[in-house]
């Protein structure tokens, strides 16, 4: 092989190189992400739940957004006074909310309602119980 065809060949390995590295670089950066592996979500916490599924839309604080659409703030909201609302609405889905909670299991569909209405300024202490969200399916 003559050093004219042998240079771009290095070039390119070493561009190569350095794409996958920086390619790494960005995963690691997502650390504070969780992926659920099959159809079900994998986080048991409402905070984890919260995090990982609702966050995205309904924003950290719970203030919900307007933009591509428009997401209803939980935070320090009247609707979720009742229990069985924010059930129906995880496990159903509402306008354009999908029914998220068809990939919880009740426990984790519990458990997310009772952190929204224990969070944000939310103080209802009512806790929903697996039961309730086992009857609501």
Known sequence: MTQQL???????AAAAFAAALS??????????????EGDNFS???GQELYSNVCQACHMDKGQGAV??????ALAKNENLAAGGYPVTVVLHGLK???SVGQMMSDDQVAAVVNYVRTNFGNDYK???TVEDVAGAR
């Open 6 to 12: 042998a240079r771009p060949i290095g070039l390119f």
């Open 23 to 36: 390619a790494t670089a960005a995963l690691a950066d997502s650390a504070g992400a969780t992926f659920s």
């Open 43 to 45: 986080e048991k916490t």
């Open 67 to 72: 933009g591509a659409g428009k997401y209803p």
């Open 96 to 98: 354009g909310m999908p």
């Open 126 to 128: 009512d806790a929903v």
